[in-house]
């Protein structure tokens, strides 16, 4: 399978995670959203040595892909996509920073290994809070919230459009490639002497998709609306579960929860 | 190139989504100005074009490697700086979204780092003035016309893309996330991108040269109907990329020099960390003199410590260190059980 | 309904696309417009959409189409485009329905009424919701005429509606097409589908109109089919 297909499944994968029914996926998208985004800025907050601080947001995102039904394991095969550069940035930590932090019986830890480990950590926990987003809203329901937030109409249409048109366009490309490795089966990618053409092709012909498309939507009356389907208004229920979600959050940036729990034991 | 989360504070991540969102707000309103509605159906296949087309592998001659598009430059090319910026900003978002490449919260960062540069520098700076000139020879001289095209395609990628790296690295640095130095993590960043963009300039020209024998009219600033020019000339233009340029080198030499902490030192210098027994070279072989690394170490002692971190064998330390270790098992415990009862629910309903 | 009176048209390269061309149908007839790729099938559709304009006179109803009453007439045009993906450009079926009613300012309790009688009718109940890049080929296909359908046009303009569909696909298509009392316009190579459809047939090659009549005596006029780059549909052939 070529990296297209894949990248078409992956979408696909994703239009039906988000078309499932569970409470999180009822959850309003107009409270989900800034709830993510307080939850990755909280994430991101951690000092880089409050490993053990860090570590309790974990529960949080696992919670709620239990609660809706969602692979865990889905989300992390996308780490591929995320972690290079925080390894490659990441990685030089302990060679850098060789300051002992923590000792565990004979074994010294610098603080390079805890800063890493923290960093990788705030990489993993941030796609799974917005893969959880994503996964539960689809696209409609994250632009209705986006709508509702005052994001420019054109940003938000453009958006939608573009989504619309990213699996019709993928899938040419992809028929391409293929029709291109069918008469080079040796080649890995596309040769030099085809770089311009292949992609001018497809460019050309979507400027002639577009073309159709404006015409489309003329012929339908279109003067500068879109109607979307709105989700349903966020309740004070759910509003008033934001914020004791994001209390929470806030709760455990503040006090290390994880030795505070630790703490009771010893 | 994608900026992750991780890497960013969230002072940083705001900062860049208000730089970028200001960059979107401008266009928007610009576009407003212009036949926005009619635009709309282009920019979004275009996007979705570039986002198809960044998925194609391209072999590069002579490697075994393989380079990929570079969007900034082509949308700018096509559709112009504004309703290129919005487009990309679009392709952003949905690998942001749906592939989780950079992620929700350094989606401002990346829109700056590949958009903003690639479609306003790229435009203003680059694409328009040397469409807008008569380097090679005259407007109406189609060769010439080629040229400019294959010229401003790759100066304008290479250019684009190191600013975009640039700024990757600023704003690690600045997040204050990474213990790598600034001038190091530059020095490693910025050579690997200019050959990145070199490739991406090709292929960038490739494209675009082939629109402008199929269909000249679908460039901006290309052709009869461009003969207005642009405001700037390419004099002007290239005293202002070697300003910036001279600004930019000079100030990385001057940070470089005041604070030698670079990639020599991490490999070389600080002997008595056993940094160089750690990377297994040699000090003498690759003749790096020891009063460089000694005058480095006083430095990297004096300034990269967390003072209140310093690690000390007393007690309390020691005491919320195993409180802490204890948590973090139950917390482990904890998420363990979440999915567990996941799983149970589940089969609970299936059945 | 619709109606063109010595309508030429060319590009500014000098090409003539379209020479003196006229033609009327009536209220609820449905006629086939055939001939040769490149002949001027998807021109003439383009005038009578208003997407091109040519010298002559097009008229829809009594409505000329002119650039100042383009609201008008694409008010009572519905146009079928070949490639659904093109006129579908909404995320879901729904979304898409809903475009044309609500530009036109009907309420949405009417678009509601409209949207579900128009599923009914076709049998897509199911596929209201369907996300557009997600449906099979033949669902999209019905879908774009379910989109046009509620728009309540009184013409409807038909290009290639069966390209590319299995049989089985193809015959829900014609069986739709059947069952609409508007007046229609459908461009198609699939003969056998005009002589399915259509009452009468209008043949064109490079841009004159050759021939004029009832299908059954055109469709099954060997000679004059093969003069112009067409073949017998199999249904008379006799194989």
Redesign the interface.
Known sequence: MN??DQ?LT??RE?DELADQDSPVHHFPALVKLPL??IY??TV??FH??D??GL??M??FP??F???G?IS?RRCLY??R??LP??MA??I??P??????????GNVNIS??WI?MLT??M??VF??M???L??ASSG?GR?CAALRRLHV?A??V???L??????T???E??AVM?DAYHLRAPK??????SA??????????R??D???E??QA?QLRG???HFHYVGETPASLKDWLTGILLAGLFVFCRCW????????L?? | ??????????AV?ATMYVASGSA??YS?SK??KDD???K??????????V???Q???????GT?S?GH?CGGMLLSA?LGPYAGF??M???L??Q??????????ALGANIWNMAFYGCFVGYFLIWKPIMGSSLFGAKDDHNAERLRIILASILGCVVTLQLGAFS?VLE?TLS??????FSA?AGLMLPIHLAIGLVEG??T???L???YE??PE?LQCVGAAAKTGSKMSLKQTITVLAVITCLVGGGLSLYASSNPDGLEW?LFGNAD???AQ??GLNEEEFGISSQAAETASAIQETT???PD???K?NDSA???????????????A??VL??M???F??KKKTA | MIEMKHVSFGYDTGKTVLDDVSFTIGEGECVGLIGANGAGKSTIMKLLAGILFGEGEVLIGSTPVKKDTLYEVRRKLGYVLQNSDHQM?MPTVYEDMIFAPRNYGISKEETEKRIDAVLEKLDLTELKHSRNHKISGGEKRMAAIAVILAMEPEVILMDEPTASLDPYNRRIVINAVNSLPQTRLITSHDLDMILDTCSRVILLDKGKIIAEGRAEDILSDRQLLEAHRMELPLSYTGR
């Open positions: 990296k297209i990248a992956e979408f994703m993510t985004v990755i800025l991101l907050s880089k040595y490993l053990s570590f309790v974990i529960l696992l919670f892909f239990q609660l039904g865990v996308r780490l996509y995320v550069l925080v940035v990441g030089l930590n060679l850098f920073d060789r300051s002992v932090l923590l000792r565990i603080g390079g800063s960093l990788m705030k990489g941030s796609l809070a917005s893969y987003l994503v696209i994250i420019p054109v940003l249409t453009l958006l459009l573009t989504y619309r048109y990213v019709v366009m993928s040419e490309a490639t080649q890995k990618g596309i040769e030099y770089w311009g053409s292949f992609l001018g092709q497809l460019l050309l979507s400027m998709r577009a073309d498309i404006w939507m279109y003067h500068g290390n929860v994880t030795a505070l729990l630790g703490s034991f010893v | 190139m994608h900026m992750a989360d991780a890497l960013l504070s969230p991540a979107a707000a928007i576009l407003k926005e509605q009619s709309l159906p282009v920019m979004a296949v275009s996007a979705a074009m986002f198809a087309g998925m194609i592998n391209y072999t590069i001659p075994g393989s598009l096509l919005l487009s900003i679009t392709v978002t949905i942001c979204l749906f592939f989780a490449d950079g992620g929700l919260m990757v690690t204050g996330i990474a213990e790598l130095p993590f090709l292929i020209a490739a494209v040269t082939f629109v199929a269909r679908l991490a960390g056993g940094y750690n990377m990269s410590f967390l971190y310093a690690f064998d020691a005491g919320t260190t195993v409180s802490g270790l204890l948590g973090s098992a139950i917390v482990a904890a998420a979440i999915c009862a996941g799983g629910f589940r | 450009f």
